[in-house]
């Protein structure tokens, strides 16, 4: 098996953004400025924020972080929300997901200025990324596209199953490879929990793109050789030897795959930080975009 290591990419991003920033700071010009906004007390989504601010530390851009209580109504996170649009310092934010039930997600992302929406999720953002035309694209996809790049993985023409379709990871991504562009032109599956004969679409395809948070769901036995895994997965399972009391696994069983003719992205190290260098690079987008 061979490692996709998206840690080593993700730095080499991250390189390549503070570059800009050095630069820009040396031209006296704005300091990239990306704010997170993050509700309730979700644990994981607390540490992906922390991993976002720490990056943007990381790369010389300024950071801020926006934080409520669980118990934030809708109407008052709204308001934030336009505070936050019409405060001229900061170049692009996030809502981190997933918000609490009382609120709704489509209501909030629908209300980010389409031009700070680093995140990719606003509706028109969403439309230009399925149109082909330039925009801030979502960054998990964003990140899965730049390891294809990158590893020179040629997709034309191959087959591309997509196991999850949300509209975070799975939607989006099976739009990307589907496009008529260069790493891309692929044929793309898009498998979900109504879909049958799953391990038969597994067994056909070249490469396998996994975004169900089910931990160790895909085995060996279910890939062909030379196949492509891409693991979003993120999932936090039991683990007593860990200070923590417990382990992040990915989707896949990467040590089923050991002595396996594969490619693969292990889970941490592999998409999770790409995630982050993207929008990294997507905040710089909307900085540039603000010259
Ligand atoms: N929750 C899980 N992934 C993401 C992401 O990429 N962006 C935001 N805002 N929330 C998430």
């Not at 390549?16 to 997170?36: G, M, Q, T, W």
């Not at 990871?169 to 496009?179: A, H």
């Not at 993207?278 to 905040?283: A, F, R, S, V």
């Amino acid at each position: 098996m061979k490692i996709i290591d998206g840690k080593k990419i993700s730095n080499d991003v991250l390189d390549e953004i503070k570059i800009v920033v050095d630069e820009r700071i040396k031209n006296r010009k704005k300091v990239p400025h990306l704010a997170a906004v993050l509700v309730g007390d979700d644990g994981p989504s607390e540490t992906y924020v922390k991993s976002k601010i720490r990056a943007c530390e990381r790369v010389g851009f300024n950071s801020s972080l926006f934080k409520f209580d669980m118990d934030i109504s809708q109407d008052e996170l709204l308001k934030e929300i336009i505070k936050i649009n019409e405060n001229q310092d900061i170049d692009g934010f996030i809502v981190q997901l997933p918000l609490p039930s009382n609120i709704e997600q489509e209501k909030i992302l629908t209300q980010i200025s389409p031009n700070k929406d680093v995140d990719g999720f606003h509706p028109y953002n969403y439309g230009k990324m399925t149109l082909g035309i330039d925009t801030f694209l979502p960054a998990t996809p964003a990140g899965i596209v730049e390891l294809i790049k990158r590893y020179k993985i040629e997709l034309s023409g191959k087959k591309c199953l997509v196991i999850g379709r949300s509209q975070i990871v799975g939607l989006p991504i099976s739009i990307l490879l589907g496009q008529n562009k260069s790493y891309a032109n692929a044929t793309v599956t898009v498998a979900h929990s109504q879909t049958k004969h799953l391990d038969l679409l597994c067994a056909s395809s070249n490469i396998i793109i996994s975004a169900i948070g089910i931990p160790n769901f895909l085995k060996s036995s279910m890939v062909s050789d030379k196949t492509v895994i891409i693991d979003v997965g993120i999932s936090r399972i039991e683990d007593s030897t860990s200070p923590r009391g417990y382990k992040i696994v990915g989707d896949v069983d990467i040590e089923d795959f050991r002595d396996r003719d594969i490619m693969i992205t292990p889970v941490p190290g592999g998409v999770g930080p790409m995630t982050i260098a993207m929008l990294l690079q997507n905040t710089l987008k909307a900085c540039q975009l603000n010259d």
